[in-house]
């Protein structure tokens, strides 16, 4: 079983067609996608419509759940709340739907699948050692997948510490060694310093994981985002990475 792992697109078309464009050069069995599909960025209604022909497992993320009225956007910062409103704007129905449809946590292959952690599968960002330690202590299966922070991890529980660190493009984990906590890292906001579009290769059998980046044009996803008058902030931020 081969699984391709993407996250927090957030209504970035052109990072999501390069990057299933990476993954299609060598199909895997199934993707599995950590929610935060739209949000910040452009084309929402694209980016929802391909995710739901294309994703196998899906999960919904904050920002889906603001812009579906089920969390209060008065709780996201000025320029995500200001984007999320735009959002309600102009998501067809046929979207709404699907985001509707999609649960913030999931189990699948021996994976235990959350948007943000599962202590708080909507909120919580896993950056510190404590939320990596509390991650893994309340999940039971090998691997633990969460998305949400826009930063690609691979941390181990190894003994009563943990090991692993930031994921970088090329970093391999061997899932043989023990239980795993991976964040993909973000196809659509990419928040690690390296603003290439984020994806995560796993080989179940075999027990890899490897950490991918792939360059999109992300002058064309600025460009879009001026024209739709969204905060100049989130288009700055996508030519850097942060
Ligand atoms: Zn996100």
């Not at 052109?14 to 960025?41: F, K, N, Q, T």
């Not at 391909?50 to 899906?58: F, K, S």
């Not at 008065?74 to 649960?103: G, K, N």
């Not at 579009?197 to 985002?225: I, K, N």
């Amino acid at each position: 079983m081969r699984v391709a792992v993407i996250s927090d697109i957030h209504a970035n078309l052109h990072a999501l067609e390069h990057v299933l464009e990476a993954i299609d050069s060598r199909p895997p069995d199934v993707l599995w996608c950590l929610g935060d599909l739209v949000g910040y960025g452009p084309r929402p209604n694209e980016v929802t419509e391909i995710v739901r022909e294309r994703a196998d497992l899906c999960l919904v993320g904050n920002h889906d759940l603001g812009i579906l009225g089920r969390l209060d956007l008065d709780e996201f910062a000025p320029d995500a709340a200001a984007s999320a409103r735009w959002t309600q704007t102009v998501l067809l129905d046929e979207s709404r739907a699907y985001l509707e449809s999609l649960s913030p946590a999931a189990e699948a292959e021996g994976a235990e699948l959350f948007h943000a952690s599962p202590r708080d599968p909507v909120w919580e960002y896993v950056l510190s050692p404590e939320a990596a330690h509390a991650a893994l202590d309340l999940t039971k299966e090998p691997l633990v997948l969460v998305g949400h922070s826009h930063v690609a991890l691979a941390i181990m529980l190894a003994g009563d510490g943990l090991e692993g660190d930031l994921a970088p493009e090329g970093t391999e984990a061997d899932l043989a060694r023990g239980r795993w906590l991976l964040n993909p890292g973000s196809v659509g906001q990419p928040r690690d310093g390296d603003p290439r579009a984020a994806w995560l290769e796993l080989d179940l059998p075999a027990g890899s994981a490897r950490f991918r980046r792939v360059a999109y044009p992300v002058e064309r996803t600025q460009a879009e985002m001026r024209e739709r008058e969204l905060p100049e902030a989130l288009a700055e931020r996508l030519a850097h990475g942060v």
